[in-house]
């Protein structure tokens, strides 16, 4: 990731490849695209005290592939790495063709409130986005005190 661009609203911030765009953010849930087909999503409160991010992840497959009828997904297999690291693999079917998938859910704690990271990517194109999914997962904080919420400027190398 050679340009990173940095995001903020008033309850978190975080770097970005510069290419990327932020694409909604409305306080709980941002959603940021690459310029293929894979998406980033951050998402405020989404795991409760006392849930798991194992269950959140198999809610959360569950709801989008209900979402859709342009695609098949098979189902789903989970792998729990740890408490904070989930990792999904599924094939979607569309237009005839098996896409091997992979969704990566991470959370964390940001001012007593979780967050989940969630990266949805085809695994053929998995090497060339992780490394932004990890600069949004390792860079994600508070925002800076005085900083402008919703804005998108250059991050500091």
Excluded: C
Aim: hydrophobic share 40%.
């Amino acid at each position: 990731v050679r340009r990173a661009s940095r995001h903020a609203n008033a309850e978190v911030s975080f770097n970005h490849p510069g290419n990327w765009r932020v694409t909604e953010d409305d306080g709980e849930t941002i959603f940021v695209e690459t310029p293929g087909y894979a998406i980033v999503s951050l998402e405020r409160d989404a795991v409760y005290a006392g849930a798991s991010l194992a269950n959140y992840a198999k809610q959360s497959s569950a709801d989008i592939s209900g979402l859709t009828s342009s695609f098949m997904p098979s189902k789903s297999r989970f792998v729990e790495l740890s408490p904070t690291h989930v990792e999904e693999f599924q094939d979607i079917e569309f237009l005839g063709m098996k896409i091997p998938h992979k969704r990566v859910y991470k959370l964390k704690e940001i001012d007593g409130l979780p967050y989940v990271v969630t990266l949805q990517v085809a695994v053929e194109d998995l090497a060339m986005v992780e490394p932004g999914y990890v600069m949004i997962y390792d860079s994600l904080r508070p925002p800076a005190k005085g900083g402008n919420a919703g804005t998108v400027e250059p991050a500091a190398r």
